[in-house]
């Protein structure tokens, strides 16, 4: 079944303590990408990676890493998190076959609290 | 820069009412590429439609249809006959002009009461 992954769905931190949060897809696209979704506010992508090592900052990059160093995986990183970064995370991906603006696929979400 | 306006934040409909989910976006493109997404309450973000620019034409698809016109920056959304299960928050997003930020709406959050 062609899908976007993320692990873990739920977690509940601490400011300060590094936590990554992975995402995986099994479709072959070049295109992925990180959003977060707050209330009121939408989706605001993070980062998003066209191809492996290629990557580059979204709208709402500050706080927040992540790496390309395979095509299937696409991990969000947080070395420092703030309890501004509570939010609900979604991984997403896209072909680029024929057009760099065709439709995502996400994920599940993520839904990360940070006391 | 590009922004997309989506300013019914909620709305409210019984079930077999017709209900339209506006979206107004603002680009300099001339290439650029509209979709709306759907969010039920499970959570995930499920892709309804994808238009281009240069394609005015309107899509129906069931129940739902929409109506593009660069006119008036407008991709609309209508679904006909609304049921329980079109509960969900809609998202419309542009892309396009070289950025690969896609710029989403704030969403319509759509309640069909039985």
């Known amino acids: 079944e062609a899908q976007v992954t993320q692990n873990p769905r739920y977690l509940i931190t601490v400011t300060g303590k590094k936590l990554t949060v992975t995402c995986s897809q099994n479709?072959?696209?070049?295109?992925m990408s990180w959003y977060r979704q707050d209330p009121g506010l939408g989706l605001r992508q993070i980062y998003y990676?066209?191809?492996?090592?290629?990557?580059d900052k979204g709208d709402v990059p500050e706080g927040y890493k992540v790496s390309r160093k395979e095509k299937r995986n696409f991990p969000l990183i947080l070395e420092s998190p703030s309890p501004n970064q509570t939010s609900l995370y979604f991984c997403?991906?896209?072909?680029?076959?024929?057009?760099?603006?065709?439709?995502?696929?996400f994920g599940p979400g993520t839904r990360l609290t940070v006391l | 820069a590009q922004k997309v306006t989506q300013a019914q934040t909620e709305i409210s409909v019984v079930e077999k009412e017709d209900v339209t989910l506006d979206c107004v976006y603002e680009?300099?493109?001339?290439?650029?590429?509209l979709f709306w997404y759907k969010q039920p309450p499970s959570g995930e973000l499920v892709f309804l439609i994808r238009?281009?620019?240069?394609?005015?034409q309107n899509e129906i698809s069931g129940r739902y249809s929409w109506n593009f016109q660069k006119s008036t920056s407008s991709f609309n959304f209508t679904i006909t006959a609304s049921q329980v299960v079109d509960s969900a928050v809609y998202f419309c997003?542009?892309?396009?002009?070289?950025?690969?930020?896609?710029?989403f709406g704030r969403g319509t959050s759509l309640i069909v009461h039985p």
């Open positions: 997403a991906s896209s072909s680029i076959a024929g057009s760099a603006y065709n439709e995502q696929f």
């Open positions: 479709m072959n696209h070049e295109y």
């Open positions: 990676s066209m191809n492996v090592e290629v990557t």
């Open positions: 680009t300099r493109d001339t290439t650029y590429y």
């Open positions: 238009r281009n620019s240069f394609d005015e």
């Open positions: 997003a542009l892309s396009g002009g070289g950025s690969y930020i896609p710029t």
